[in-house]
């Protein structure tokens, strides 16, 4: 194939077929892929997307052989990129056509195979007097109306969404947990570098010190949380007749299911910023910090890696266990909750479970913070952050 203009391509069809008919469906296919017309001209254009096709065609009785007409050509166009294809005797009969050219890695021939694929299947048919325009219609796929079963037992529908809905909320609770706790960190690390903390800890108790900067960063991130909610109440509310009557379709998000967002994006932060806290307190640089957040960073992305399998079997007793675990339970109990909606215990209990784990993380991150803050240096090791718990 020779790129000419700009996405042309020329291409000598050296055809042994037999078939009158074949290099004019070949033809039609690249000018109109996924169509089915009436044979054209012998000599003529065709495109396929960006990409235009010039075919010539040169018949070859099928007794003769092709590789002379190939080399003359060859000869007769030194220094061409033009392409050659051969459509050999029997091609009808599962005979493979061959396309040669100087560059055959482009995109492009993906199109052409297909051309050909579809001219010869179509040819195969009208030969053996079938109608293929009635085999497309006898061969058209079927779609399959999904229905979702809530939890009450009633049928909702739209469920194709579920998992659309389910990604975009556990991405966005991954992504704005994650990057308010290094928000966090990084501000402890300020703080400790600059030594303002030693202002701050001459007025107020370590523990309201780290308390009002989770608290303060946590409010920051859940007013752009409430701002995508209410954007998504207005949109459902609002835009989806609009989007409708343009045929496209938005799924409805229940007010309850925004409630539970909400809810696992404060309770993720609070427990994963309580751990950036800590880590930022043991480090006394940006450089450490890389290495320390490390474990914690690790617990975030986790849920990423498996949610596939939750979606998959959101009810099996492994996706209910590790929905449960405190640290993926922001993401994959979301998963569940879109995908399956599981018993209200279950949410409940995860929140409940959640809760506990972040007033212990509280307790042993307030030790290790009214320590760690006003040391410099060296990074603690496990055993002397041991020692910082045990201080009265």
Not at 122 to 143: F, G
Not at 178 to 201: A, C, D, N, P, T
Not at 325 to 345: E, K, Y
């Amino acid at each position: 194939m020779a790129t000419r203009g700009g996405g042309e391509r020329q291409v000598l069809v050296f055809d042994q077929s037999g078939d009158p008919d074949l290099f004019n469906v070949i033809e039609k296919r690249l000018e109109s892929p996924g169509e089915d017309r009436d044979s054209g001209n012998t000599d003529g254009g065709g495109g396929v997307g960006s990409t235009r096709f010039t075919l010539t065609r040169q018949t070859v009785p099928p007794n003769e052989n092709v590789q002379e007409s190939f080399e003359r050509r060859i000869s007769e166009q030194k220094g061409s990129d033009e392409g050659y294809l051969i459509l050999p005797p029997g091609i009808l009969d599962n005979a493979e056509p061959v396309y040669r050219a100087k560059n055959t890695s482009d995109f492009s021939i993906v199109a052409l195979r297909q051309a050909i694929s579809s001219a010869v299947s179509q040819r195969r048919l009208e030969r053996a007097h079938i109608d293929h325009r009635q085999i497309a219609e006898y061969t058209k796929q079927v779609d399959l109306k999904r229905e979702k079963i809530s939890a009450s037992g009633k049928l909702e529908s739209g469920g194709e969404n579920s998992f659309i809905l389910g990604f975009v909320m556990l991405f966005f609770i991954y992504m704005t947990v994650l990057f308010y706790g290094l928000f966090v960190m990084r501000g402890v690390i300020e703080e400790k570098q600059s030594r303002i903390i030693e202002v701050l800890i001459s007025s107020a108790k370590p523990m309201q010190v780290m308390m009002g900067k989770l608290i303060g960063i946590g409010l920051v991130g859940l007013t752009q949380l409430l701002i995508w909610v209410l954007s998504t109440v207005i949109l459902s509310m609002f835009g989806a007749s609009i989007l409708a009557s343009k045929g496209i379709s938005i799924p409805q998000v229940p007010v309850t299911l925004l409630i539970c967002f909400v809810t696992y994006f404060v309770l993720g932060y609070f427990l994963f910023a309580t751990l950036y806290a800590m880590v930022g307190a043991t480090v006394s640089s940006e450089e450490e910090a890389q290495q320390a957040q490390f474990p914690v960073t690790i617990l975030i992305i986790i849920p990423m890696m498996i949610f596939g399998m939750i979606v998959s079997n959101p009810n099996s007793p492994s996706s209910i266990a590790l929905s449960m675990v405190p640290f993926f339970a922001p993401t994959l109990m979301m998963m569940r909750i879109t995908v399956a909606s599981p018993p209200v215990w279950q949410i409940l209990l995860s929140m409940a479970i959640m809760v506990a784990t972040i007033l212990g993380c509280l307790w042993v991150a307030s030790r290790i913070y009214r320590v760690g803050i006003l040391m410099y240096g060296k990074r603690p090791s496990l055993a002397e952050l041991g020692r910082w718990l045990r201080y009265s």
